[in-house]
T-cell receptor, first 113, second 113 residues
Framework: KAGVTQTPRYLIKTRGQQVTLSCSPI?????VSWYQQTPGQGLQFLFE???????NKGNFPGRFSGRQFSNSRSEMNVSTLELGDSALYLC????????????FGPGTRLTVL | GENVEQHPSTLSVQEGDSAVIKCTYS??????FPWYKQELGKGPQLIID?????GEKKDQRIAVTLNKTAKHFSLHITETQPEDSAVYFC????????????FGPGTRLSVLP
């Protein structure tokens, strides 16, 4: 079974631009969560989607948004990029909200110049 | 909300020795505690987990122990090998819908040959 895939793997943007990252969960998994990983803050929860609905949201500004499609694939968008948004963005999937085992993708490395 | 602390932040051991990483959590409602291993350039990989109704779980060279009263859990790696070198993260969550995972800051383990 294929794992969680994320595209693109690397992105370079400049301040003020916006970016869209994509995540395809493991087949049969309906929940997708997004995390931001930085050396200073560690792994921080952004949001979780299940059945195309946002179920939970972390403490991030409204510039960070996401959505989930009917095939469970998810995208996250960051508008008006800031230097501090440079990070590894990780997507994780789990089969159901009631199933705790969560599996991560390889991440998208975003660099904001 | 939940807060997870993790110690030590770095750990160096000789190949063949044991390594122990400890985490504490604050929310007594947390009942699921996974451990992830993250190698350079990859996303975190689930290596073992434990639920609050179990005190210890073992999988080959890896074991996790949980003390609910003290609200701490530990990862034990025996007979360490160079390929065990990575960053290890603990996390905590509970089964209630809408509860996200809270991660510890990570421990960089180096296994010296």
């Amino acid at each position: 079974k294929a794992g969680v895939t994320q595209t693109p793997r690397y992105l370079i943007k400049t301040r003020g631009q916006q970016v869209t990252l994509s995540c395809s969960p493991i087949s049969g998994h309906r929940s997708v969560s997004w995390y931001q990983q930085t050396p200073g803050q560690g792994l921080q929860f952004l949001f979780e989607y299940f059945s195309e609905t946002q179920r939970n949201k972390g403490n991030f500004p409204g510039r960070f948004s996401g959505r989930q499609f009917s095939n469970s694939r998810s995208e996250m968008n960051v508008s008006t990029l800031e230097l501090g948004d440079s990070a590894l963005y990780l997507c994780a999937s789990r089969r159901l909200l009631s199933v705790n085992e969560q599996f991560f993708g390889p991440g998208t490395r975003l660099t904001v110049l | 909300g939940e807060n997870v602390e993790q110690h030590p932040s770095t750990l160096s051991v000789q190949e063949g020795d044991s390594a122990v990483i400890k985490c504490t959590y604050s929310d007594s409602a947390s009942n699921y505690f996974p451990w992830y291993k993250q190698e350079l350039g990859k996303g975190p990989q689930l290596i073992i987990d434990i639920r609050s109704n179990v005190g210890e779980k073992k999988d080959q060279r890896i074991a996790v122990t949980l003390n609910k009263t003290a609200k701490h859990f530990s990862l034990h790696i025996t007979e360490t090998q160079p390929e065990d070198s990575a960053v290890y993260f603990c996390a905590a969550t509970n089964d209630n819908y809408g509860q996200n995972f809270v991660f510890g800051p990570g421990t960089r383990l180096s296994v010296l040959p």
